[in-house]
Protein backbone atom coordinates (compact mmCIF):
# COMPACT_ATOMS: atom_id res chain seq x y z
CA UNK A 1 0.00 0.00 0.00
CA UNK A 2 1.55 3.44 -0.85
CA UNK A 3 1.75 6.82 1.35
CA UNK A 4 -1.33 7.59 -0.11
CA UNK A 5 -3.22 4.59 -0.26
CA UNK A 6 -2.68 4.51 3.86
CA UNK A 7 -3.47 7.73 4.57
CA UNK A 8 -6.88 7.43 2.71
CA UNK A 9 -7.42 4.28 4.19
CA UNK A 10 -7.33 5.68 7.77
CA UNK A 11 -10.71 7.13 8.97
CA UNK A 12 -11.53 11.38 8.81
CA UNK A 13 -10.34 13.46 12.43
CA UNK A 14 -7.46 10.15 12.76
CA UNK A 15 -4.18 12.32 12.48
CA UNK A 16 -2.83 10.45 9.55
CA UNK A 17 -6.21 10.26 7.71
CA UNK A 18 -8.17 12.76 5.36
CA UNK A 19 -9.43 15.74 6.94
CA UNK A 20 -13.05 15.47 7.84
CA UNK A 21 -15.14 16.98 10.76
CA UNK A 22 -13.22 17.17 13.93
CA UNK A 23 -9.86 18.75 12.17
CA UNK A 24 -12.45 21.68 11.70
CA UNK A 25 -13.19 21.34 8.26
CA UNK A 26 -16.79 19.95 7.06
CA UNK A 27 -16.05 16.76 5.37
CA UNK A 28 -16.20 16.59 1.55
CA UNK A 29 -14.71 20.45 1.71
CA UNK A 30 -11.19 20.53 0.37
CA UNK A 31 -9.63 23.13 1.86
CA UNK A 32 -8.06 25.22 -0.96
CA UNK A 33 -9.44 25.21 -4.62
CA UNK A 34 -11.31 22.61 -6.60
CA UNK A 35 -11.12 19.03 -5.31
CA UNK A 36 -8.14 17.13 -6.62
CA UNK A 37 -9.35 14.16 -8.99
CA UNK A 38 -9.84 10.57 -7.49
CA UNK A 39 -7.15 7.95 -6.23
CA UNK A 40 -3.59 8.61 -5.69
CA UNK A 41 -1.35 11.46 -6.92
CA UNK A 42 0.98 10.45 -9.81
CA UNK A 43 4.10 11.35 -7.88
CA UNK A 44 4.54 12.29 -3.89
CA UNK A 45 4.03 15.50 -2.90
CA UNK A 46 7.40 17.51 -2.95
CA UNK A 47 7.58 18.38 0.60
CA UNK A 48 6.99 14.58 1.57
CA UNK A 49 9.93 13.49 -1.09
CA UNK A 50 12.22 16.76 0.08
CA UNK A 51 11.79 15.64 3.86
CA UNK A 52 12.69 12.06 2.99
CA UNK A 53 15.79 12.81 1.28
CA UNK A 54 17.13 15.72 4.05
CA UNK A 55 16.08 13.01 6.76
CA UNK A 56 18.42 10.48 5.02
CA UNK A 57 21.17 13.03 4.25
CA UNK A 58 21.41 14.18 7.63
CA UNK A 59 21.35 10.62 9.06
CA UNK A 60 24.55 9.97 6.34
CA UNK A 61 25.96 13.57 7.50
CA UNK A 62 25.49 12.05 11.30
CA UNK A 63 27.40 9.09 10.70
CA UNK A 64 30.05 10.74 8.88
CA UNK A 65 30.71 13.05 11.45
CA UNK A 66 30.65 10.23 14.33
CA UNK A 67 33.00 8.48 11.97
CA UNK A 68 35.63 11.61 13.51
CA UNK A 69 34.46 11.48 16.76
CA UNK A 70 31.67 14.17 16.50
CA UNK A 71 27.78 14.52 16.19
CA UNK A 72 26.53 18.04 14.02
CA UNK A 73 25.99 19.52 17.00
CA UNK A 74 29.61 19.80 18.02
CA UNK A 75 30.18 20.60 14.70
CA UNK A 76 28.36 23.45 14.31
CA UNK A 77 29.59 24.83 17.73
CA UNK A 78 33.16 24.37 16.47
CA UNK A 79 33.06 25.67 13.17
CA UNK A 80 31.31 28.57 14.44
CA UNK A 81 33.90 29.10 16.85
CA UNK A 82 36.16 28.94 14.51
CA UNK A 83 34.66 31.22 11.80
CA UNK A 84 34.22 33.74 14.88
CA UNK A 85 37.35 33.01 17.49
CA UNK A 86 35.29 34.09 20.44
CA UNK A 87 31.65 34.61 20.74
CA UNK A 88 28.34 34.76 23.74
CA UNK A 89 26.89 31.75 24.17
CA UNK A 90 23.80 33.68 22.98
CA UNK A 91 25.78 34.25 19.14
CA UNK A 92 26.50 31.01 19.37
CA UNK A 93 22.73 29.93 19.52
CA UNK A 94 21.49 32.28 17.09
CA UNK A 95 24.86 30.86 14.32
CA UNK A 96 23.98 27.36 15.61
CA UNK A 97 20.26 27.29 15.15
CA UNK A 98 19.13 26.54 18.44
CA UNK A 99 17.88 27.42 21.88
CA UNK A 100 20.35 28.97 24.60
CA UNK A 101 19.34 25.99 26.78
CA UNK A 102 20.18 23.54 24.10
CA UNK A 103 22.90 25.16 23.54
CA UNK A 104 24.30 24.88 26.73
CA UNK A 105 23.87 21.52 27.43
CA UNK A 106 26.39 20.69 24.64
CA UNK A 107 28.63 23.09 25.46
CA UNK A 108 28.36 21.44 28.93
CA UNK A 109 29.76 17.94 27.63
CA UNK A 110 31.70 19.98 24.97
CA UNK A 111 33.71 21.99 27.86
CA UNK A 112 33.92 18.27 29.92
CA UNK A 113 35.34 16.50 27.11
CA UNK A 114 38.34 19.42 26.83
CA UNK A 115 37.17 20.78 23.80
CA UNK A 116 36.50 24.36 24.77
CA UNK A 117 36.83 26.96 27.46
CA UNK A 118 33.76 29.23 28.49
CA UNK A 119 34.83 32.42 30.62
CA UNK A 120 32.85 35.19 31.86
CA UNK A 121 33.03 38.79 29.86
CA UNK A 122 35.03 41.30 31.82
CA UNK A 123 32.63 43.64 30.00
CA UNK A 124 29.30 41.85 31.27
CA UNK A 125 29.40 39.43 33.62
CA UNK A 126 26.33 37.70 33.16
CA UNK A 127 28.10 36.88 29.77
CA UNK A 128 30.07 33.78 28.49
CA UNK A 129 32.29 33.58 26.17
CA UNK A 130 33.75 30.70 25.10
CA UNK A 131 36.90 29.20 22.87
CA UNK A 132 38.34 26.90 21.27
CA UNK A 133 41.18 24.28 23.04
CA UNK A 134 44.04 22.71 21.34
CA UNK A 135 41.86 19.25 21.98
CA UNK A 136 38.43 21.43 20.29
CA UNK A 137 41.04 22.56 17.35
CA UNK A 138 41.66 18.99 16.72
CA UNK A 139 38.53 18.25 17.06
CA UNK A 140 38.10 20.72 14.29
CA UNK A 141 40.16 19.67 12.06
CA UNK A 142 39.30 15.73 11.95
CA UNK A 143 35.35 16.88 11.05
CA UNK A 144 36.60 18.99 8.86
CA UNK A 145 37.64 16.67 6.93
CA UNK A 146 34.66 14.15 7.39
CA UNK A 147 32.58 16.96 6.14
CA UNK A 148 34.20 17.98 3.21
CA UNK A 149 34.10 13.99 2.85
CA UNK A 150 30.91 13.86 2.60
CA UNK A 151 29.87 16.80 0.42
CA UNK A 152 32.48 15.36 -2.01
CA UNK A 153 30.19 12.23 -2.04
CA UNK A 154 26.97 14.38 -2.05
CA UNK A 155 28.11 16.04 -5.21
CA UNK A 156 29.59 13.20 -7.15
CA UNK A 157 27.95 12.96 -10.42
CA UNK A 158 26.86 16.54 -10.71
CA UNK A 159 28.47 19.24 -12.79
CA UNK A 160 28.98 22.95 -11.72
CA UNK A 161 25.65 24.13 -13.33
CA UNK A 162 23.88 21.40 -12.03
CA UNK A 163 24.55 22.11 -8.51
CA UNK A 164 23.84 26.04 -9.09
CA UNK A 165 20.27 25.23 -10.40
CA UNK A 166 20.29 23.14 -7.46
CA UNK A 167 20.88 25.83 -5.11
CA UNK A 168 18.07 27.85 -6.94
CA UNK A 169 15.64 25.58 -6.91
CA UNK A 170 16.23 25.05 -3.25
CA UNK A 171 16.72 28.69 -2.79
CA UNK A 172 13.12 29.13 -4.28
CA UNK A 173 11.71 25.69 -2.64
CA UNK A 174 12.43 27.60 0.93
CA UNK A 175 10.71 30.97 -0.29
CA UNK A 176 7.71 29.05 -1.61
CA UNK A 177 7.18 27.52 1.68
CA UNK A 178 8.12 30.76 4.24
CA UNK A 179 5.26 32.33 1.51
CA UNK A 180 7.72 34.97 -0.03
CA UNK A 181 6.98 36.38 -3.40
CA UNK A 182 8.65 35.21 -6.46
CA UNK A 183 11.21 37.45 -8.37
Not at 48 to 55: F, G
Not at 145 to 154: G, V
Amino acid sequence: MNWYDQRMATPPGHPAGPPGPLDGQPAGQPEDGPEPPPGPPASPPLGLHLARAARDITRAFDDALAGAGGSQPVWLVLISLKTRRLASQRELADAVGIREATLTHHLNAMDASGLITRRRDPENRRVHLVALTPAGEEAFFAMRTAALSFDARLRAGFGEEELAEFGRVLDRLRGNAQGEPRS
